[in-house]
């Protein structure tokens, strides 16, 4: 069996790969990439990132973010999120992004991946899945970076705050509010009988 082979042999439909993970099964590495990649059984995603394409009948698969993401940093230690999943909060946030948020602890910038543009940012802390009272939370800390009608959402996320913080909200506020939200919310709370901290 060539070596060419054998790396085709491990190769999985819908998978994305380093450099470094198909180098066992090859003794030219990276002449048999540039083979698959010319034949189009691989798609180059980035600098030394490859996807195996999944083929339907219509055409390839698109890689799915996670996947990408996880190969990229090499960990599934991160959070995907869009400024658009704002829209679905009710607060008045209507403008579309092309935006893909990823919150990690190894990288920061943006970086394209497989032709998308995916925005890095350290955090010490973001949880497992998305949640409404963390979206709440992250609008906070990223309202001064939307194209939005602040005041006007402001005053909505304050009245939808005000009625969550003693449903819970306090522990995801303590968790993932950054200085200037729990300021925000601090003065929002002041003008009630409780605080959230």
Known sequence: MSARTELEKHL?????YRRADLEPWSTAVDRHLKELVDEGVLERMSQGLYYHSAKVSFGNIPPEDEKLVSAF???????????NLYNSLGVGTTQMYNTCIVYNHKRHGRFELGGKVFDFRLKHKFPEELSEDFLLIDLLNNLNHLAEDRKSILNNIKVKVLGRLKAGLTRVVNLYAGERT????????????????
């Not at 729990?182 to 901290?197: M, P, Q, R, T």
């Open 12 to 16: 999985k439909s819908g998978q994305v």
């Open 73 to 83: 940093l090499r960990s599934d230690d991160f959070l995907l999120t869009s400024p």
């Open 182 to 197: 729990k300021k925000l919310l601090n003065e929002w709370v002041s003008e009630g009988s409780f605080a959230y901290a």
